[in-house]
């Protein structure tokens, strides 16, 4: 198919005025109108344009270009500011989209929006100085049967029109910061969550420092930075009652969207004749403690996992004078410290990890790696290691994929009894385990003294490892490759490009940047749907040191972080895949969206 498609503004200027009194002394200053076209960018992901997008003409009002779209699941998108350069305002006084048949309409969609979807329509106000973003988008669709395919080429030729005439007071001023998106089939609205909206008061939009609040948040969202992905990221945030969903006979609460156009959800009980009104223990499946054997003299990294590898349990005592290295060399079975101190203790030599401990040479067969050390206690926590292992092989081991945790056995055994029929509904979503160290004694060049040695992962610095201070900014991640950096913990079933291939069936639990989209913070009770009354276990890991600890939600709704083997609710989380959609339902407790 031959796409040529030619998009324009044209300008219309109405009658300024009809008399103008002009004394000798007065002057007129300069009235002009000039709407047109700047900032043009074609969209990753797009295919390879015959002729790419340019704007052109004298008055920049015209971009022309041509495509030959051949396969299924091509698209151009592109996106370009309408700006309004003259003095006076203008609104816009037509709008045609046009050149498709109904046939071509079988296979092929056009889109041409806002850039956050609402549509552009008659008497859209643009004033003097501002600018609009618009998308255009032309997609040859996957899902389409092979009888409406065309038989031959088809030449298609697209107009997209938009004329502005000089505003006369009857333009509307429309809330650009408003995004068109349909979940499970149903038309929603949602605000970009960078910037003020009807419960969002900051300018700057919503503050993920704090919780959601009639100022901070409550409703729908879209995530600022996904706005021009194929499939722009919205979530759920506040106290809020229009997200309840019955699907394979239990109540969920719709989370999130994805990356591959997904629906996210969170286990909230068993349904009551088709209502979905649970709290406290009937939300969630059952306690259970996150990993099992991660008692406080037995196990400290391995346990933070979903899944995990060897445990390495750590050696404790009292800090002594003995030599340390900043690193260790091995062969023929015996261990050298690399630049090694003189006798003296961890409180002194600080970076220095590595320790033969009782012999004052330098060399040995079994050396320790000092992970912690506590200030309060003086004492040293450190891993015995043999063989020729140091740290790396202590974290590749210990985060290996090999054994499930208490958590996600608690978790698959519910989904196999329970779920496993609706299985071919589900996407295989990536579940982010971020096991990514950010700072403490497992980096190797880390001055124990500090925060004694604690190690915090990633997730916990990004958002939540100190309360809300001034020059702050909270920026949650929820792109996959942010959130888990490494792909070794990305969990997936069978989808190894964008994850590990690791879990037995396409089900998990949210993580610590999902429950803050929510609106649920760090330390601080809050309002957001995903309360439930009881303190619940979440994916993401917190920190470890002589301890190790994940995130959880609490009954009251903040967020902390609690040792591994106690014992907390379930409740699990699927995504729908692209295309569910619901068959009736409003998405309230008392007529949720049924998904059948």
């Given amino acids: 198919i031959i796409c040529i498609a030619l998009m324009f503004i044209v300008v219309g200027f109405a009658v300024i005025s009809t008399t103008l009194g002009i004394t000798s002394n007065s002057t007129i200053g300069k009235i002009t109108f000039d709407v047109h076209f700047e900032n043009l960018q074609v969209s990753e992901g797009s295919m390879t344009a015959k002729t790419p997008a340019t704007i052109n003409g004298d008055d920049k009002t015209k971009i022309n270009f041509s495509l030959d779209l051949k396969t299924p699941g091509q698209y151009y998108e592109f996106i370009a500011d309408i700006v309004n350069k003259g003095t006076l305002d203008a609104k816009v006084n037509l709008v045609k989209v046009d050149g498709l048949t109904d046939e071509q309409r079988k296979y092929i969609k056009v889109s041409y929006k806002y850039l956050l979807g609402a549509p552009i329509e008659n008497n859209d106000l643009l004033k003097s100085g501002d600018k609009a973003s618009i998308k255009v988008r032309v997609e040859f669709l996957r899902d389409i049967d092979v009888e409406d395919l065309p038989g031959t080429d088809e030449p298609l030729n697209l107009t997209f029109e938009t004329e502005f005439i000089q505003d006369d007071g009857t333009g509307i001023e429309k809330d650009k910061s408003t995004a068109e998106v349909t979940i499970l089939g149903q038309n929603m609205l949602g605000s970009i969550d960078s910037m003020s909206s009807e419960f969002v008061s900051s300018p700057t939009g919503i503050d993920f420092g704090m919780n959601s609040s009639d100022t901070n948040g409550k409703g729908l969202y879209l995530r600022a930075g996904t706005e021009n992905d194929e499939y722009p990221i919205y979530y759920y945030r506040g106290e809020i009652e229009n997200n309840h969903v019955l699907f394979g006979g239990y ?346």
Wanted: with cysteine; net charge negative; hydrophobic share 30%.
């Fill in 251 to 596: 109540c969920w609460k719709i989370v999130r969207t994805t990356e591959q156009g997904g629906t996210k959800l969170i286990y909230d009980g068993v349904a009551n004749s088709n209502q979905c009104n649970n709290t406290g223990t009937a939300s969630q499946i059952g306690t259970s403690v996150y990993s099992t054997n991660v008692m406080a003299d037995s196990d400290t990294l391995a346990g933070v996992g979903y899944m995990y590898g060897t445990r390495y349990s750590y050696t404790s005592w009292k800090d002594t004078a003995y030599v340390y290295g900043s690193d260790v060399t091995y062969n023929n079975g015996v261990y050298t410290l690399t630049n090694p101190s003189s006798s003296n203790t961890i409180a002194n030599v600080k970076t220095k990890h590595y320790t033969c401990r009782l012999t004052t040479s330098g060399t040995c067969d079994t050396v320790y790696y000092v992970h912690s050390f506590s200030s309060y206690n003086n004492d040293v926590y450190a891993i015995a290691l043999t063989e020729g292992k140091k740290l790396e092989h202590i974290i590749n081991e210990s985060f290996a994929n090999s054994h499930d945790s208490a958590l996600k056995s608690a978790i698959d055994t519910w989904f196999k009894d329970h779920l496993v029929s609706q299985e071919s509904k589900l996407e295989d979503a990536v579940w982010c385990n971020d096991r990514s160290i950010s700072n403490g004694g497992y980096l190797k060049d880390y001055d124990l003294t500090l925060n004694s040695g604690l190690s915090n992962f990633n997730v916990m610095d990004r958002n939540m490892n100190y309360l809300p201070s001034p020059n702050v900014s909270y920026s949650p991640y929820i792109k996959n490759n942010e959130a888990c950096q490494n792909p070794n913990d990305r969990f997936t079933v069978s989808d190894t490009t964008n994850g590990n291939g690791s879990l037995t069936y396409p089900v998990g639990t949210l993580t610590a940047e999902e429950t803050i989209l929510a609106g649920v913070w760090f330390g601080s009770e809050s309002s957001s749907y995903l309360i439930n009354g009881q303190g619940y276990w979440i994916m993401s890991p917190a920190n470890t040191g002589n301890k190790s600890y994940g995130f959880y939600v609490t009954s009251s709704g903040s967020l902390y972080g609690y040792t591994l083997y106690s014992s907390l609710g379930v409740r699990p989380s699927i995504v729908l895949k692209k295309g569910i959609v619901a068959t009736s339902g409003k998405g309230t407790a008392s007529n949720p969206y049924v998904v059948e």
